[in-house]
């Protein structure tokens, strides 16, 4: 148990879905991420939340919309997503200031986009 | 724009000797540098970090080494063991919550 649960672990949707992504950390950090790991490729960082405010969208297509309702909970909604949007989406918390500890990560969603 | 780089994509070392895996980065803002490890249907998890004011930092097994000039830095593990088989992940932050992070290195520990 890692303090930060992704459901699902997998997930297949049509092009034409729309589904949701949720992430939960129970550590009491204030700081949430949503990254995308696609093969061999880096971590891409697409959102960042402080205090559950958005403060960094990295020039993520409007197709993957984030919400966080409060500090402990962050999703991901997704809908007529793209086949390249195939990848696993990693949510990871922090306490803010606290960099040197690194983030918590979740084990993730593995998407697949048909 | 990749500013954390992972060169080699693999590393394979026999069991007991000494595991180095390499870093470069581009920003020169950066002033804390991680490693994480990753094993498979899991998340990264979070080994050492080091800040850009140090060279060197040390926990057990593992030492996180730093050259600001070269923009480098390096992981050493020793001894190594097999159940360091994973993908290491070098990661840097300038500062803020915006980390990083490299493409990996599988490391294989040969027992």
């Known amino acids: 148990e890692t303090g930060v649960t992704q459901t699902p672990r997998h997930l297949v949707m049509g092009m034409t879905n729309k589904k949701s992504l949720k992430c939960e950390q129970h550590?009491?950090?204030?700081?949430m991420y949503w990254y995308k790991q696609s093969a061999k490729k880096p971590l891409e960082l697409m959102f960042v939340?402080?205090?559950?405010?958005?403060?960094e969208n990295n020039s993520v297509p409007s197709r993957f919309s984030p919400e966080c309702p409060n500090s402990s909970h962050l999703f991901l909604h997704l809908h007529t997503l793209q086949p390249e949007d195939s990848a696993l989406y990693l949510c990871?918390?922090?306490?803010?200031?606290?960099?040197?500890?690194?983030?918590?990560f979740g084990s993730g969603t593995r998407l697949t986009v048909v | 724009d990749q500013q954390v780089k992972q060169n080699s994509p693999s590393l394979s070392v026999q069991e007991g000797r000494i595991s180095i895996l390499n870093c470069d980065y581009t920003n020169s803002m950066f002033d804390y540098f991680l490693w994480y490890k990753k094993y498979p249907a899991e998340g990264p998890t979070f080994l050492i970090s080091?800040?850009?004011?140090?060279d060197k930092n040390e926990d057990g097994r593992f030492t996180v080494f730093l050259n600001k000039s070269a923009k480098h830095l390096s992981l050493h593990i020793v001894p190594s063991q097999p159940g360091d088989s994973a993908v290491y992940f070098c990661a840097a932050s300038a500062g803020n919550n915006d980390m990083r992070f490299g493409a990996g290195t599988r490391l294989t520990v040969k027992p």
């Open positions: 550590l009491g950090h204030n700081a």
């Open positions: 990871a918390s922090s306490h803010l200031g606290q960099i040197n500890y690194g983030y918590t």
């Open positions: 080091i800040s850009s004011i140090k």
């Open positions: 939340y402080n205090f559950k405010e958005q403060t």
